[in-house]
């Protein structure tokens, strides 16, 4: 059993930073590729960013250049550093983890966190 719990979303004004952190817990072997979605109000979950268990990153377009996902393995945490918010990143961020190398398609993901509130004000 794999459990994660996002922690560090909050209120902050357009142009401001949060960072996000997901601390997993359970099995290791299940913990390999993990990521960030998001979901807005009235909008389907989006990937944010995702890493390897190589740890090579991607990016989504809309964040690229101001989010960097990052994680620690030690510590079994995952991070997202969001700098330059803006209101439009305003969503519930959910942390996903899966056995597998890469993170695969939404639906076939097999761990998510609660999620956390990110407000952007303008």
């Known amino acids: 059993q794999v459990q994660l719990v996002e922690s560090g979303g909050g209120l902050v004004q357009a142009g401001g930073s949060l960072r996000l952190s997901c601390a997993a817990s359970g099995s290791r072997f299940r913990i390999n590729a993990m990521g960030w979605y998001r979901q807005a109000p009235g909008k389907q979950r989006e990937l944010v960013a995702r890493?390897?268990?190589?740890?090579?990153?991607f990016h989504s377009d809309s964040v690229k250049g101001r989010f960097t996902i990052s994680r620690d393995s030690a510590k079994n945490t995952l991070y997202l550093q969001m700098n330059s918010l803006k209101p439009e990143d305003t969503a519930v961020y959910y942390c996903?983890?899966?056995?597998?190398?890469?993170?695969?398609?939404?639906?076939?993901?097999?761990?998510w966190g609660q999620g956390t509130q990110v407000t952007v004000s303008s």
């Open positions: 890493i390897s268990s190589g740890g090579s990153t």
């Open positions: 996903a983890a899966d056995p597998g190398r890469f993170l695969p398609s939404l639906s076939l993901i097999d761990y």
